[in-house]
Nanobody, 120 residues
């Protein structure tokens, strides 16, 4: 079983920056893709950014040029650097991992979520 623990959320003024971290634990599992999703009040959860084990990244159009996702495979940790934050970035941010068990079974795991609030 893989567990994800997020940190780094908080309150920031518009135009500011925050960095989220997500550490995965769980031996013997292969972590394939890691990513960040977010869910604002009254809205569906949406993908923000993803990164493969080889470092290929993808971003939602709304965050391109402002957010950067990175990954430390040795630490099984993924980061989300958020710059030029906007009011509409306010949401609960969830870490996600696409993992493969030693028997080859793939599954998704979610973190508990961390609140990011951008104020004017």
């Amino acid at each position: 079983q893989v567990q994800l623990v997020e940190s780094g959320g908080g309150l920031v003024q518009a135009g500011g920056s925050l960095k989220l971290s997500c550490a995965a634990s769980g031996n013997s599992f292969s972590i394939l893709v890691m990513g960040w999703y977010r869910q604002a009040p009254g809205k569906q959860r949406e993908v923000v950014a993803t990164i493969t084990s080889g470092g290929t990244t993808n971003y939602a159009d709304s965050v391109k040029g402002r957010f950067g996702i990175s990954r430390d495979n040795a630490k099984s940790t993924v980061y989300l650097q958020m710059n030029s934050l906007k009011l509409e970035d306010t949401a609960v941010y969830y870490c996600n991992a696409d993992v493969r068990s030693p028997t080859g079974v793939r599954s998704w795991t979610w973190g508990q979520g961390t609140q990011v609030t951008v104020s004017s």
